[in-house]
């Protein structure tokens, strides 16, 4: 994978070597829209603070990464992102959840985040993968790199360029080191969406 033409929002230290990046997560950074109102029913801006390390992407494609996030925090997490705007995003992480464990989570934004979490994996590392054909994206995860189980099927209204990338996030911690490895990123359509291939 050539980095060179990649660029930053929320720009980080960032240490590459061939294909694994690692990236330094800065405290309280987080990417999420709330849907809880204030008491005069008004919206939070949206936390869009974050480091993503991305390229654009036109057309439908398949973006896979393996991620070791070194969770340290709650909801400490590496994850691959699709994001057009600050309220229109996707992202699947690989999370230290709420409950104690580490979780495959995805989130989809469109104005307002929602935040789903998926199965809980004992594992200091995983694969994330996600798909997109027209608007409609599948996202998927693996623990061997080769066998890939679905975690969510969504539309996003995105434009047909979009930035896809890397994430790192520690909303409520420390921060700490990401790392980023496999890399590969495929223009091409998937027959089958739900099975990401």
């Known amino acids: 994978m050539d980095f060179k033409q990649w660029k930053w ?3 980080s230290r960032a240490e590459i070597t061939g294909n694994t990046i690692t990236i330094d997560t800065p405290a309280k950074k987080d990417w999420f ?3 809880i109102p204030d008491e005069n029913g008004n919206l939070a801006a949206p936390a869009a603070n974050a480091p993503f390390f991305y390229t654009e992407v036109k057309g439908d494609f398949v973006f896979r990464v393996k991620v070791e996030p070194k969770h340290q925090d709650v909801y400490d997490a590496a994850t691959v992102m699709v994001i ?4 229109l995003w996707a992202k699947l992480a690989f999370e230290a959840s709420d409950f104690g464990t580490t979780a495959v989570v995805c989130v989809v934004t469109n104005e307002v985040s929602d935040d789903a979490n998926g199965c809980d994996v004992a594992s200091d590392h995983m694969w994330l993968k996600i798909c997109r054909v027209g608007n409609v994206f599948s996202t998927h995860y693996s623990l061997d790199g080769v ?3 679905m975690v969510r099927f969504f539309r996003l209204p995105v434009k047909e360029t979009v930035k896809v990338g890397l994430g790192a996030q520690a909303p409520l911690g ?3 080191k990401r790392v980023f490895s496999d890399i590969k990123l495929e223009h091409k359509t998937v027959k089958n969406l739900r ?3």
């Open 174 to 176: 420390n921060g700490g």
């Open 147 to 149: 066998h890939y189980h």
């Open 33 to 35: 829209c709330s849907p």
């Open 9 to 11: 929002i929320n720009e």
């Open 84 to 87: 057009e705007n600050e309220r």
């Open 195 to 197: 099975a990401g291939e």
